[in-house]
Each structure stands twice: as C-alpha cells, then as structure tokens.
C-alpha cells in the first residue's frame, strides 16, 4: 500500500502530478461526451471555474505558476493503449463496447484544448472555450488541480511525522464511517468523489478502504482511472450539463421548456437499463416531472441532487404512483452533500418504498475537517460550469436557490417559463 505521507513530503516527484491520465475522470463524463460527439458536435461552449466559497482565496493560496505548470501537463495526455482496450472491450452496466468505434478513434486523437487563466483580486479566472466535446472534458481535471494545490500549499508547512499523524487521523475517521455503514442491510453506495477530492493517491486510498470495509455493499466508483486499476465498475450517468446547454440553444420558449427532455430523448436513444437515471432538478423537480412525458416514467430511476433530499425523493414515488408505476421496483440515487448521519436517515426513510442507492462525493474523499489548524483542510465548494453555448448564457435553477446561476434576466425568465416558484434555501455543503 502506497505510503501517502511520504509521497506528500516528496510531492515534487514526476510520479505524482496531479492528474494522470484523460480517464483520470468521472465515467458520466465520458457517456455525456459520446453523446455530446453523437448529437452536438459542433457545439461552441465556454466553461469557467467558480469558486462558490469566496472565503477561501484561492490565488493567495495557490501559486500561479505551479497551477499553469499542472494544467500544461494534462494537455499533454493522450489516451494510453491499455486506457482505450479498457474502453472498448469492457462490459460496462452489462453492455459490452459502449463507446463506439467513431467515438473512441476520436478520443484516441484528442488532445484537451487551451485555456485561459487570470488572477481577478484573490481568485483566479480560468476558462476554456471550444467545441463542446472537447472543453467538457477540462471539468473534472480542473476541478481536481485547483483542490489539490490548494491542498498541497497547506502540506506544506508540515513536517514529514505530523503528515504521518495527519493522514493517520483521517484513516481512521474514515473507517469508522465504514464502520457505521457496515451494519446498513441493502446498503448501495459508490464513489461520486473525484471532483472535489484531497489527491488522486487519497481517493484511490478511500476505494480500497471501501472496497475492504463494505464488500459488496460498495459496487465501484466514478473515477474511471481507478475503477479500471481497481477492477471494479465505473459508475455514472449524465449530469445537469447537458440540459443547461441544449436549453441555451433554444430558439423560443416553447424549445426552451421541451430541451430537458430533448436531452434525454437523445439519452434514451443510446442507453438503456440502469443508465436511464434521470436526473430532474436543473430546473426544478416538480415541474420537470408533472410535464414529463409518460415514457420517462418507466425509466429506472431518479438521481436527487440538490435542495431537501427526502423531500425529493417524496415527490418522486407520488409521480411514479401517478404514472402507474411502482416506486418499488425504482432506484432513487441521493449523492448531494452526503455523509453517514445523512446517509443512515435516508436509507432507513426510503428503504423498502426505493430501492435507495447512494453516491458518496466530497465528505469521503476530503474529509479533512478538524483535523489541522483553523480547519485549512476543509473542502469548499468548487465548481466548473458550462456558461454560454453559441455564444448564449447557459442558465441553472436547481431546487436549492443556493446553487443558481447565470445571468438575473435569464433566471427570471427560466423561472417564468417552468413554472418554478419560491424556493427553500439550503446550505451547500461542498
């Protein structure tokens, strides 16, 4: 087992950049790329980083150089030839060659476009604009650079025993987490972590602990890098992405309140099974489901994402019932702002009503709270968004206002055509 302390103290050693490999990412990445390079390919989108909690200066903290010298790495990467056997001849949720050949040939050829990166007062600006299969691609392995540099200016200033005792301590403070999941009889849950992570080394770490500690309660991970050196399954559907920009393309109102469903219309063309997860909220929940179409009811599931879980989840077995369906046979995937209390509560909830599943994200992997001084460790939330398709602003509403964006005109105009009226503000977590 690698010995994370030691690495930390050397973390200038080639063997250790930040991100690795293109499949150093989460797996609906790729399933939204191939559907992306299927149906949208020409596609302009502009992402930009957002840092949410402005308390945390991440260009004070974060040396301008070491973050460009990070990110010029990863345009160096190429899909590796054992990367690529792994994608194609895989069986992926029990369908063997989902990604194309058309697709793959050109993943194979893909090197990540430029980017461009400014210091604004204490944060940086960094954007990536291009086709949309190509830039979609940036989200994670910015995401996962800015985290862990921010990570390594706190490591720092430790001395090579007190990183022993600091990953010592979250070693076992995330074991007895397992500990407390163990006893959960159906448990289902899975690493949604890479995005907001503490390192590549730590979330391999946190794998094998789960992997250990929960057997078969612990059916893989997002991160494609680690499910294919792991052995275990890559886990993942689609995200808010892709109705944000199929949204921004629309031409009037009335293309505007269909694009959620022309995204998974496209969706249920190229995957079926437990790949049919929709995921409601970009827009608000219950208005996404009382205009659904009938044929999303028979879909799998339902993933919660954002605003009070259960109350999601709520909404979601009422419309199931009122389509005929039974919520029983249904998977409801919670993976918003989770840990064990969390986790404990929903699962006794919905278990028996669901069938509940989980994605374990930031509190598995970075969880660091309390464990250095004024709490320099604590994960923030970090995000990289689609913000203008075509040249249009990208617009998100989400059930949790807390988690809105785009331009005030546009929100007002998106709350308007879909219906969505006051909301409950909830804290974000990370």
């Given at each position: ?61 974060i040396d301008e150089g070491e973050l460009r010298e990070q990110l010029d790495h990863i345009r160096t990467l190429r899909l590796r ?28 050829n893909l090197q990540l476009p430029p980017y461009h990166l400014e210091r604004v007062g204490d944060q940086y600006e960094l954007t ?75 979330q391999d770490w946190c794998v094998q602990a789960m992997q250990e500690g929960l057997g078969d309660a612990f059916p893989g991970t ?209």
């Amino acid at each position: 087992m690698v010995d994370i302390a030691t690495r930390v103290y050397n973390h200038k050693w080639k063997i250790d950049p930040i991100v690795r490999s293109l499949i150093d990412t989460d797996f609906y990445k790729l399933l939204m790329c191939q559907s992306v390079f299927r149906n949208r390919p020409d596609t302009q989108v502009t992402f930009s980083l957002i840092n949410r909690t402005t308390r945390i200066p991440l260009a004070r903290l974060i040396d301008e150089g070491e973050l460009r010298e990070q990110l010029d790495h990863i345009r160096t990467l190429r899909l590796r030839r054992g990367e690529s056997t792994w994608m194609r001849g895989n069986t992926f949720y029990g369908k063997r060659q989902m990604f194309s050949p058309a697709f793959m040939e050109w993943f194979e050829n893909l090197q990540l476009p430029p980017y461009h990166l400014e210091r604004v007062g204490d944060q940086y600006e960094l954007t990536f604009e291009g086709a949309w299969p190509e830039v979609m691609l940036w989200e994670i392995p910015a995401l996962a650079v800015l985290m862990e540099l921010r990570g390594r200016a706190v490591l720092s200033t430790m001395g090579k025993f007190e990183l022993q005792i600091l990953y010592a301590r979250a070693m076992t403070k995330l074991w007895e987490k397992i500990e407390r999941l163990k006893p959960i009889d159906g448990l289902r849950i899975a690493d949604f972590g890479t995005r907001r992570r503490h390192s590549f080394l730590w979330q391999d770490w946190c794998v094998q602990a789960m992997q250990e500690g929960l057997g078969d309660a612990f059916p893989g991970t997002s991160n494609c890098l680690i499910a294919k050196n792991r052995d275990l399954e890559a886990i993942g559907t689609n995200a808010h992405e892709l109705p944000m920009v199929y949204a921004a393309l629309a031409g009037d109102d009335a293309s505007l309140a269909a694009a959620p469903y022309d995204v998974l219309s496209d969706w249920h063309e190229e995957h079926d099974g437990n790949l049919r997860v929709i995921l409601p909220d970009t827009y608000g929940t219950r208005g996404f489901l009382d205009r659904a179409p009938d044929w999303l009811a028979g879909w799998t599931g339902i993933r919660i994402d954002s605003g009070d879980p259960a109350k999601g989840a709520e909404i979601a077995i009422d419309w199931w019932k009122s389509r005929g369906e039974d919520p029983r046979e249904k998977l409801v995937i919670f993976s918003d702002g989770l840990d064990v209390d969390k986790i404990e509560t929903l699962h006794a909830q919905f278990s028996g009503r669901v069938r509940v599943s989980f994605g374990w994200g930031t509190l598995l992997t970075n969880d660091f709270r309390g464990l250095v001084k004024d709490d320099a460790l604590a994960p923030f939330s970090l995000v990289c968004k689609a913000i203008a398709a075509n040249g249009r602003p990208t617009v998100k509403l989400s059930d949790n206002p807390e988690k809105a964006m785009g331009p005030e005109a546009e929100i007002e105009r998106y709350k308007r055509v879909f219906g969505v009226g006051e909301q409950e503000r909830v804290e974000v977590v990370v």
